[in-house]
């Protein structure tokens, strides 16, 4: 060792490491102080509630189809599983967004994931973004129509219902920061959760439940669950299944620009601990509850196996205002994508100009006017989840996040039994994205035009899509 080299424990070194961390994001923090928007105001409390908000949706209503049609091991070890998976990826994609702070969203990420050919990942990946949220937005106005159907008994043709709907959605989605709808995040939550909470119980005191996909009660039997595989579900039936419980799972698209929003993105994994185990619970209850009163009856949402219709009503009500919600927390993240593009670092973006806002509102109104045409197309809820799950969920659940790793470890993948382990387990990752993206989009396509040759006609129908 050389005379005028200087010893540096390890302690000072991460409480280097730490400083240079922390000034970086007060840095940016501080370049924002004379604007008329400031983006970062985020705790992480209100974190944890957006993201929770997020999470606590329609789709989990979902998860008794997937587990009928997978049986109480499969459907728990799955569910669990992609939960540990879920949990693990995210942590990654924090440590990188650490480590990179001028990545405030899965674009920025996507350019330096690979350097070979940052501007073509870039635009990518924004285009990824663009049509995984706007397939989200679409899948909320489908849902949106579903509902009102319901409620009113059919009483308007299908199309005007998503139309209402998709202005509702434009009206919520004007703010242009996501600090107002932590607020709304708890609203949606809450009467979520009160849907859900329903659901279960009417489950529990129905004498029987009313319709299953091969046939109303009690045309299959009396109701039953599997341990094992229910019989042989088929490929395709087995594969939508898994994606439907992965789309529930997957929601790192929003990660970064979350963390670009907090006043000390440091704190993120506090609010990814305490969602995941929210999440398991929340899953796993839900799931094994609607799985044990309605076996092979079960529907997505397992709302529509109810029988009585009052009990459709009283629940499916409460999922209108997290279907608005949350296809506004999609929609504001799709819509600030392209505006960043439109007016880039102009006073425009941080400014109440009219330049500013006009070019916003109508980012805003073409965003919805898209996910319309697409609630018309895609003719089922176990469908949209499917293809979004194969499509995107991919690359931003999984592929994206294995190739993190490897940026983040290059230099020592191997250098001990831990790190050789931590990397076999990523490139597991890695082809189980690949897996979703090439088969899993196959079955997500062939279970769409398998509805068009059965019971959908064909698109943009006034023919009633209630429960």
């Known amino acids: 060792?050389?005379?005028?080299?200087?010893?540096?424990?390890?302690?000072?070194?991460?409480?280097?490491?730490?400083?240079?961390?922390?000034?970086?994001?007060?840095?940016?923090?501080?370049?924002?102080?004379?604007?008329?928007?400031?983006?970062?105001?985020?705790?992480?409390?209100?974190?944890?509630?957006?993201?929770?908000?997020?999470?606590?949706?329609?789709?989990?209503?979902?998860?008794?189809?997937?587990?009928?049609?997978?049986?109480?091991?499969?459907?728990?070890?799955?569910?669990?599983?992609?939960?540990?998976?879920?949990?693990?990826?995210?942590?990654?994609?924090?440590?990188?967004?650490?480590?990179?702070?001028?990545?405030?969203?899965?674009?920025?990420?996507a350019a330096i994931l690979f350097p070979s050919i940052p501007r073509i990942a870039f635009e990518l990946t924004g285009l990824m973004l663009l049509l995984n949220n706007i397939f989200l937005i679409g899948f909320h106005v489908f849902t949106g129509a579903k509902i009102f159907n319901t409620l009113s008994d059919s009483s308007i043709c299908t199309v005007g219902f998503q139309a209402v709907t998709a202005i509702i959605g434009v009206i919520v989605s004007l703010p242009r920061t996501l600090n107002h709808v932590s607020i709304m995040s708890v609203v949606s939550a809450i009467a979520m959760g009160i849907a859900i909470i329903l659901s279960m119980v009417y489950a529990g005191i129905e004498d029987h439940p009313f319709y299953g996909y091969g046939g109303n009660y009690p045309e299959l039997g009396e109701v039953k669950t599997s341990i094992g595989l229910p019989g042989a579900p088929g490929f395709v039936a087995g594969t939508n299944a898994v994606l439907n419980i992965t789309?529930?799972?997957?929601?790192?698209?929003?990660?970064?620009?979350?963390?670009?929003?907090?006043?000390?993105?440091?704190?993120?994994?506090?609010?990814?601990?305490?969602?995941?185990?929210?999440?398991?619970?929340?899953?796993?209850?839900?799931?094994?509850?609607?799985?044990?009163?309605?076996?092979?009856?079960?529907?997505?949402?397992?709302?529509?196996?109810?029988?009585?219709?009052?009990?459709?009503?009283?629940?499916?009500?409460?999922?209108?205002?997290?279907?608005?919600?949350?296809?506004?927390?999609?929609?504001?993240?799709?819509?600030?994508?392209?505006?960043?593009?439109?007016?880039?670092?102009?006073?425009?973006?941080?400014?109440?100009?009219?330049?500013?806002?006009?070019t916003w509102i109508a980012i805003d109104i073409f965003i919805w006017t898209v996910g319309f045409i697409l609630g018309n197309i895609i003719p089922s809820m176990g469908d949209f989840l499917g293809i979004m799950s194969a499509a995107f969920d991919s690359f931003f659940g999984f592929i994206f996040w294995a190739v993190a790793y490897w940026h983040l470890n290059k230099n020592r993948l191997w250098a001990d039994w831990k790190m050789t382990t931590m990397s076999i387990i990523n490139i597991i990752i890695f082809f189980l994205g690949l897996f979703m993206l090439g088969p899993g989009l196959y079955t997500s396509v062939d279970a769409i035009v398998t509805d068009y040759a059965g019971s959908v006609k064909k698109p943009f129908s006034c023919a009633s899509n209630a429960l």
């Open 1 to 109: 060792m050389h005379a005028d080299q200087t010893v540096i424990d390890p302690e000072t070194k991460q409480a280097q490491h730490d400083k240079v961390d922390v000034d970086a994001f007060t840095a940016l923090a501080i370049e924002e102080q004379d604007h008329d928007i400031k983006y970062r105001t985020l705790s992480w409390q209100k974190a944890t509630l957006l993201l929770f908000g997020e999470y606590v949706c329609l789709a989990i209503l979902a998860l008794a189809w997937s587990w009928s049609v997978l049986g109480w091991v499969c459907g728990f070890f799955i569910t669990f599983g992609l939960g540990i998976v879920t949990w693990y990826t995210s942590y990654i994609l924090w440590q990188f967004c650490m480590k990179h702070p001028e990545a405030r969203d899965i674009c920025d990420i």
């Open 247 to 358: 789309f529930l799972w997957i929601g790192q698209i929003l990660y970064p620009s979350f963390i670009a929003e907090m006043k000390r993105p440091q704190d993120f994994p506090k609010a990814l601990a305490s969602l995941t185990g929210l999440q398991l619970i929340l899953f796993s209850v839900t799931a094994a509850v609607g799985y044990y009163y309605n076996g092979q009856y079960a529907t997505a949402p397992i709302i529509g196996s109810l029988s009585e219709p009052w009990a459709k009503k009283s629940a499916f009500a409460f999922v209108l205002i997290p279907t608005v919600v949350i296809g506004t927390i999609y929609g504001n993240i799709a819509a600030k994508y392209i505006f960043k593009r439109i007016l880039g670092n102009s006073r425009h973006a941080h400014s109440h100009s009219v330049v500013g806002w006009g």
